[in-house]
Nanobody
């Protein structure tokens, strides 16, 4: 059974950078689509970015395009989210999630993700 553990969150000033890691264990990331979600206090969970399995395709929500980059290292069984030019509105708990698929795409909604990590806090503040 695939398990996901996030790391890399913290406090950063506006304009700064962080790299989040989503380390997988219990199985390889083959045939899994992976996404990063975030949830700020009082707001709904929203998809930030996702990456498909083979011939990886990547998707981003409009507000992070050009600032965030999702990537996958199959050798390390880890997915990363590089976040640059961070803004206070990026403050949230960031979680990675996975679902099995054979389609060369990923979905930017909580359904059908059925494996979730515990989340890591990202705070952007001066």
């Amino acid at each position: 059974q695939l398990q996901l553990v996030e790391s890399g969150g913290g406090l950063v000033q506006p304009g700064g950078s962080l790299r989040l890691s989503c380390a997988a264990s219990g199985a390889t990331l083959d045939y899994y689509a992976i996404a990063w979600f975030r949830q700020a206090p009082g707001k709904e969970r929203e998809a930030v970015s996702c990456i498909s399995d083979s011939d990886p395709k990547t998707y981003y929500r409009n507000s992070v395009k050009g600032r965030f980059t999702i990537s996958k290292d199959n050798a390390k069984n880890t997915v990363y989210l590089q976040m640059n030019s961070l803004k206070p509105e990026d403050t949230a708990v960031y979680s990675c999630a996975a679902y099995t698929t054979v389609q060369p795409m990923c979905i930017m909604t909580p359904q059908p993700y059925d494996i979730w990590g515990q989340g890591t806090q990202v705070t952007v503040s001066s």
